[in-house]
């Protein structure tokens, strides 16, 4: 065990983009990273990087990665003390936090009762309001199941529908039409029951073309918590996230401060201890309200990472080993601009369709300002057992406008062949007039369905792409080889 | 006898020849000489073909001459068969349409 850490060996419950992020901190603080990883995974870059590896196995691949039991007897016999779940699978369950204590060792993540308050999104409403926090006017189906229906026509229109167990935009219907209310709800709640086994409903006022901003905050075990500023995640298909930035472009100062100061605010009161992220809807009028809090590391932290200087994974590894922050609110600043865009094995012009493949050909892109976190190399695969997240891009400027420049570049360097990804989609996202100007909201995709399509190929763009790919491809080269220049010269009339 | 590259949908018959220092590509009624230093990186598995060209990537799909003429149930006019010597055709046991193997 080292002099400092209470833990010397970090198991990394996760696999992909987000292993290799949490591996990579682990190592340079001179502490051992270790990794679960299911056969789909064996020659993975995490499994690669780690100081030791143990398989995992399951009904399906995700399944090895949410059991809990196999995954704590995996630590055990790696001798690794503190588990670090990532994002996603176990990382917002509370019995893995609970089961990862019982068993003596530290989870890097909240407490378990922290992790269970905001993952009921009713209950953490009702704590937010409690605290004296912005909440959405609305109607909650616990609150007393019989008026329900009657609490809910109440409430001003638009409505969203949304399951309490919910999460990532799943069973959430929106209704202008109070005619439809009592069948939207029951479509909601047979989604919700399908989605998270649970049924229950809760109404809120929809807030018309609303910017999705959120705050990243950290807490420690000693109530000491501050903000990293916030983070702006308006642009969402399906309503997930597709491209982060910070500094938001839409807020004021006055509103910058306003909205961290909340989040803070709800972190303190929730004596909360690890990296977190509240996240709130805002509107048009600049008013804004609590949306949910997630209690891990976020996909979208490097944007915060890159303007703040402070790698989050360390802080949750400090804060998990009982340190105390070591700066306070005003020394945390916000240093020029960052923007982050998941790269999706997906078609857009398909519905974003997830797509599958081999990595025959993986360039990152390279240079200042340029942050490639990713799960997947050359010669690697791309299948459908997981997320279709498989990398991330991060960029940084000294402003928005540098920043953007830097992300077109970055955007055009990537070469990633055999696999289709979504680089040509964000390209035409990031050259859309109303992304330079800022003017993004949640529904901008769907209002802007031309940014999906893929883009007409100009004639003389398709006759490069049909000499490069009749180049490449053997039977046409070996045919046109065969015959002399000479012969080829006199064309089709020889015959 | 085309070949055919299909992009997007839609079926590109095309012929590749040599030309003095390179290759030209015949696409429909035009010539374009093909240039090998264009920029574009290449990758093939199996008749799959991805190009990325001008920070865009394209999937193509090489179209077997033989299997074009089989699913299409008749041929572009000089789709064919050469035998490689001189001779006369005495039997068919194939329809036009008829998958062959």
């Not at chain 1, 010397?8 to 990794?35: M, P, Y």
């Not at chain 1, 109404?203 to 990293?228: F, M, T």
């Not at chain 1, 930035?245 to 972190?267: D, K, M, V, W």
Request: negative net charge; charged residues 25%.
């Amino acid at each position: 065990m080292s002099a400092r850490w209470p833990f010397d060996t970090v198991l990394v419950a996760n696999r992909g983009e987000i292993a290799v992020r949490v591996l990579r901190t682990v190592q340079r603080l001179g502490l051992k990273g270790a990794v679960v990883y299911h056969a789909a995974d064996r020659g993975s870059p995490a499994v690669a990087m780690a100081d030791a590896s143990v398989e995992i196995t399951g009904a399906t691949p995700v399944a090895a990665y949410l059991d809990i039991e196999q995954i704590v007897a995996a630590a055990r016999s790696l001798g690794a003390v503190a588990i670090h779940p990532g994002y996603g699978f176990l990382s917002e369950n509370e019995d893995f936090a609970r089961a990862v204590e019982t068993a003596g060792m530290v989870f890097v993540g909240p407490k378990p009762e922290q992790i269970e308050l905001m993952g009921d999104k009713v209950r953490a409403r009702a704590f937010v309001a409690k605290h004296g926090f912005p909440v959405a006017p609305s109607a909650i189906e616990d609150d007393d199941p019989k008026t329900f229906v009657a609490r809910a026509r109440k409430v001003p229109l638009p409505l969203l529908i949304k399951p309490a167990a919910g999460g990532g935009g799943k069973g959430m219907r929106i209704v202008r039409d109070l005619a439809v209310l009592q069948p939207e709800i029951e479509r909601a709640r047979s989604e919700g029951q399908r989605y998270f086994g649970d049924g229950r409903l809760y109404v809120e006022r929809y807030i018309e073309n609303p910017r999705h901003i959120e705050v990243q905050v950290l807490g420690d075990a000693h109530g000491n918590v501050v903000h990293l500023w916030e983070r702006e995640c308006s642009v969402q298909r399906r309503f997930q996230k597709i491209v982060e930035e910070t500094p938001s472009p839409a807020l004021t100062a006055e509103q910058r401060r306003s909205i961290c100061e909340t989040a803070a605010g709800i972190a303190r009161e929730a004596g909360y201890r690890n990296a977190g992220t509240v996240e709130f809807i805002f509107g048009a009028d600049g008013s804004y309200y609590f949306l949910e809090m997630n209690t891990r590391l976020q996909v979208e932290h490097p944007v915060t990472e890159e303007v703040t200087g402070i790698d989050l994974v360390e802080q949750q590894l400090r804060v998990a080993a009982g340190e105390k922050l070591a700066f306070a609110q005003d020394s945390v600043r916000q240093q020029g601009h960052a923007i982050e865009f998941r790269i999706y094995a997906e078609d857009p012009a398909r519905g974003y369709l997830p797509t599958t493949g081999p990595v025959l050909k993986l360039s990152p892109p390279q240079g200042e300002g340029v942050r490639w976190d990713s799960g997947v190399v050359e010669r690697g695969e791309v299948t459908a057992a997981f997320d279709p997240m498989i990398a991330k891009l991060i960029v940084r400027g000294a402003d928005r406008a540098e920043a953007m420049a830097r992300a077109d570049r970055a955007l055009r360097e990537l070469v990633l062949l055999g696999c289709q990804t979504n680089t040509g989609f964000l390209r035409r996202l990031l050259n859309h007039p109303a992304f330079a100007k800022a003017g993004i909201h949640t529904g901008f995709l769907d209002a802007h369905p031309d940014i999906a399509a893929d883009a007409p190929i100009p004639r003389d763009t398709l006759e490069r792409i049909l000499g490069a790919a009749a180049l490449a491809t053997r039977s046409l080269r070996e045919g046109a080889d065969a015959v002399p220049a000479l012969h080829a010269a006199m064309g089709a009339w020889r015959n | 006898m085309h070949h055919a590259l299909r992009l997007r949908d839609a079926d590109y018959a095309i012929e590749l020849s040599r030309s003095a220092d390179g290759y030209r590509l015949h696409l429909e009624d035009r010539v374009v000489e093909v240039r090998q230093d264009s920029g574009a990186v290449v990758a093939t598995r199996g008749d799959e073909v991805y190009v990325h060209l001008d920070g865009e990537t394209y999937h193509l799909r090489y179209e077997h001459p033989l299997e074009r003429l089989a699913h299409q149930g008749h041929g572009a006019a000089d789709d064919g068969l050469r035998a490689p010597m001189p001779g006369s055709l005495v039997s068919v046991a194939v329809k036009a349409g008829q998958a062959v193997q």
